[in-house]
């Protein structure tokens, strides 16, 4: 499966809103009727930190700016305000099919 | 808190072999699945290979089937990675992540370095 991330560099403007669109090869619904769409944020010398799973649900601690919509194959991760600490990059990940793919990584500046 | 601690990583010539090890605490670690994932240097994320609780069920991606085993040690709260015929293209970071489908918690990650 081809994760397909748009856009790959993203400048935003603090207090702004930015959305990050990821698109699958592939139906992601797995046969349990999951869809094992997840998103993460990695900053530079960090390892990646889970912000949403399963489409739309939101880690423990994740600030509520974060959000995560779509379904079947079109996913959307959206920073309702960008603050300076959301700098770095974001991926989408599926856990549907094997192998497991990430899409290329969006890179997100302000 | 879900610590992963991996180790093991250096540098070695193509061609070698090298075993990476995950140290996992914080949680009960016998009744999860568990991955590796890679990243090269400035690149992005690849998915490498996971294991379920008992270690009869593995699956890898295609460019490191037949080189590279998954396995753990229950009783050692560990995860292992034995890569062999190391080529070039396996330098990366390489992760070890807690839940196949899901990846909910990464450790920092062991460096692996292929180069003559």
């Known amino acids: 499966v081809v994760m397909s991330q748009s856009p790959l560099s993203l400048p935003v403007t603090l207090g702004q809103p930015a959305s990050i669109s990821c698109r699958s090869s592939?139906?992601?619904?797995?046969?349990?009727?999951?869809?094992?769409l997840n998103w993460f944020h990695q900053r530079p010398g960090q390892s990646p930190r889970r912000l949403i799973y399963q489409v739309s649900n939101r880690d423990s601690g994740v600030p509520d700016r974060f959000s995560g919509s779509g379904s079947g194959t079109d996913f959307t991760l959206t920073i309702s305000r960008v603050e300076a600490e959301d700098v770095g990059v974001y991926y989408c990940?599926?856990?549907?099919?094997?192998?497991?793919?990430f899409g290329q990584g969006t890179k997100l500046e302000i | 808190d879900v610590q992963l601690v991996e180790s093991g990583g250096a540098l070695v010539q193509p061609g070698g072999s090298l075993r990476l090890s995950c140290a996992a605490s914080g949680f009960t670690f016998s009744p999860h699945w568990m991955n590796w994932v890679r990243q090269a240097p400035g690149k992005g994320l690849e998915w490498v290979a996971y294991i379920n609780p008992d270690g009869s069920e593995k699956s890898y991606v295609d460019s490191v089937r037949g080189r590279f085993t998954i396995s753990r040690d229950n009783a050692k709260n560990s995860l292992y990675l034995q890569m062999n015929g190391l080529r070039a293209e396996d330098t990366a970071l390489y992760y070890c992540?807690?839940?196949?489908?899901?990846?909910?918690?990464w450790g920092q990650g062991t460096l692996v370095t292929v180069s003559s």
């Open positions: 592939q139906w992601l619904v797995y046969s349990d009727g999951n869809t094992f």
């Open positions: 990940v599926q856990g549907t099919h094997l192998p497991f793919t």
């Open positions: 992540v807690r839940t196949p489908r899901l990846f909910d918690s």
